[in-house]
């Protein structure tokens, strides 16, 4: 997948070992270089480079020594199915199997293996290498001894693990960040300002605090009684739409998808 070479990078920095498959020969011959691109963004030493080791199968990797497995493969259901039969039948039964999907819930994917206690989500987001934001997501089988295991793992390499204790569409941050982008595209369709004012009401506003603190944590500090009080007036017009914007809807339509297209709510 997208994020796979990332993520293995981030564990090579602390000086893990990390095996990567991945049936393409072009993701693998760029893998090298792709690690230690990261690695130097990272301030780490290039020689940790030689740490990550690519396989065209699974069957080759050294399943005796692994301790934690990460599925980062495309987002497809039926493949991620087979890859967890596969897994499932090469990893030693105590060792973890994570599954870094987006798109689907860590029940639905695990719901096949017979193991399935050790089956959890480790959901990372774009640069693996750089975001340190890492959602431990518990399946509705997922032993807890588990989660916070995995958890351990990703605190040890330089992450911050956050468990999701229930198996919900967006997990945490995903839901977080729709919330947000559904008001800002209401906004945006009412005509209350334009996407570069939106924008910047985020960076420069609120999202300059929440480097410091999270949203709750800003609120104990400026008060709850206040929050209240705004909430009661804001809280009833606020978008509560069921579905993507029909704005939203046209642009994808026409392939105004963003940037690999040139062209989204600016020409690029």
Same mark, same amino acid.
């Given at each position: 997948?997208?994020?796979?070479?990332?993520?293995?990078?981030?564990?090579?920095?602390?000086?893990?070992?990390? +095996?990567?498959?991945?049936?393409?020969?072009? #993701? %693998?011959?760029?893998?090298?270089?792709?690690? $230690?691109?990261?690695?130097?963004?990272?301030?780490?030493?290039?020689?940790?480079?030689?740490?990550?080791?690519?396989?065209?199968?699974?069957?080759?990797?050294?399943?005796? $020594?692994?301790?934690?497995?990460?599925?980062?493969?495309?987002?497809?259901?039926?493949?991620? *199915? %087979?890859?967890? /039969?596969?897994?499932? $039948?090469? /990893? %030693?039964?105590?060792?973890?199997?994570?599954?870094?999907?987006?798109?689907?819930?860590?029940?639905?994917?695990?719901? *096949?293996?017979?193991?399935?206690?050790?089956?959890?989500?480790? +959901?990372?987001?774009?640069?693996? *290498?750089?975001?340190?934001?890492?959602?431990?997501?518990?399946?509705?089988? #997922?032993?807890?001894?588990?989660?916070? +295991?995995?958890?351990?793992?990703?605190?040890?390499?330089?992450?911050?693990?956050?468990?999701?204790?229930?198996?919900?569409?967006?997990?945490?941050?995903?839901?977080?960040? +729709?919330?947000?982008?559904?008001?800002?595209?209401?906004?945006?369709?009412?005509?209350?300002?334009? /996407?570069?004012?939106?924008?910047?009401?985020?960076?420069?506003?609120?999202?300059?605090?929440?480097?410091?603190?999270?949203?709750?944590?800003?609120?104990?500090?400026?008060?709850?009684? #206040?929050?209240?009080?705004?909430?009661?007036?804001?809280?009833?017009?606020?978008?509560?739409?069921?579905?993507?914007?029909?704005?939203?809807?046209?642009?994808?339509?026409?392939? /105004?998808?963003?940037?690999?297209?040139?062209?989204?709510?600016?020409?690029?």
């Amino acid at each position: 997948g997208t994020m796979g070479g990332d993520t293995a990078t981030s564990f090579a920095a602390p000086g893990w070992d990390a +095996h990567v498959m991945s049936p393409s020969p072009k #993701t %693998r011959d760029a893998l090298p270089g792709r690690v $230690s691109k990261g690695l130097d963004r990272l301030g780490a030493d290039a020689a940790k480079a030689s740490a990550v080791r690519p396989y065209p199968g699974l069957a080759a990797l050294p399943w005796n $020594s692994i301790e934690l497995v990460i599925e980062a493969v495309s987002e497809d259901l039926a493949l991620k *199915h %087979r890859v967890f /039969a596969e897994l499932e $039948s090469l /990893a %030693r039964p105590e060792v973890p199997l994570a599954t870094n999907t987006s798109s689907f819930q860590v029940t639905e994917i695990g719901k *096949h293996v017979r193991t399935r206690a050790r089956v959890c989500g480790a +959901h990372y987001f774009m640069p693996a *290498h750089i975001v340190p934001l890492v959602e431990i997501v518990c399946a509705e089988f #997922t032993d807890t001894a588990v989660a916070e +295991h995995v958890g351990a793992n990703m605190k040890s390499v330089g992450k911050v693990p956050v468990v999701v204790k229930k198996d919900i569409p967006g997990f945490l941050a995903n839901r977080l960040q +729709h919330a947000l982008l559904r008001e800002a595209f209401w906004l945006l369709e009412n005509g209350i300002a334009t /996407a570069e004012g939106l924008d910047a009401a985020v960076r420069y506003g609120f999202g300059f605090r929440f480097v410091a603190c999270g949203p709750l944590m800003q609120k104990e500090m400026s008060g709850w009684d #206040t929050n209240y009080l705004s909430g009661s007036s804001i809280y009833p017009s606020l978008s509560n739409a069921a579905e993507p914007p029909e704005m939203l809807r046209k642009m994808v339509e026409k392939g /105004a998808i963003g940037m690999k297209a040139k062209k989204g709510l600016w020409s690029w």
